[in-house]
């Protein structure tokens, strides 16, 4: 059974930065493409970004583009999230999980083709 656990994130004032990881154990990490979402205080989950197990076919959604970086090393089973120019609006649970979809490059934005969710790492940007 793969177990994920997040870390890294914290309080941070706007325009800072932080770097959440994702540590996997159980199953053949290098096998699996991951995500990372995120979920406001009475707000849905959202997709946040995705990346392959090859480290490749990073995708982002609109709002991190070009702030966020989805990053991995398979040989310490970790997936990480650098989050630069932080805004309020990022404030949030993040959370990692595992791609088990059928095709990847169709639905990797979408929360129903991921599991084994970790607990989630809290964000908060101040103004």
Do not use: H
């Amino acid at each position: 059974q793969v177990q994920l656990v997040e870390s890294g994130g914290g309080l941070v004032q706007a325009g800072g930065s932080l770097r959440l990881s994702c540590a996997a154990s159980g199953g053949t990490f290098s096998n699996y493409n991951m995500g990372w979402f995120r979920q406001a205080p009475g707000k849905e989950r959202e997709f946040v970004a995705a990346i392959r197990w090859s480290g490749g076919g990073k995708y982002y959604v609109d709002s991190v583009k070009g702030r966020f970086t989805i990053s991995r090393d398979n040989a310490k089973n970790t997936v990480y999230l650098q989050m630069n120019s932080l805004k309020p609006e990022d404030t949030a649970i993040y959370y990692c999980a595992r791609f088990f979809g059928a095709n990847y490059y169709s639905d990797y934005g979408r929360i129903e083709e991921y599991t084994n969710w970790g607990q989630g790492t809290q964000v908060t940007v101040s103004s």
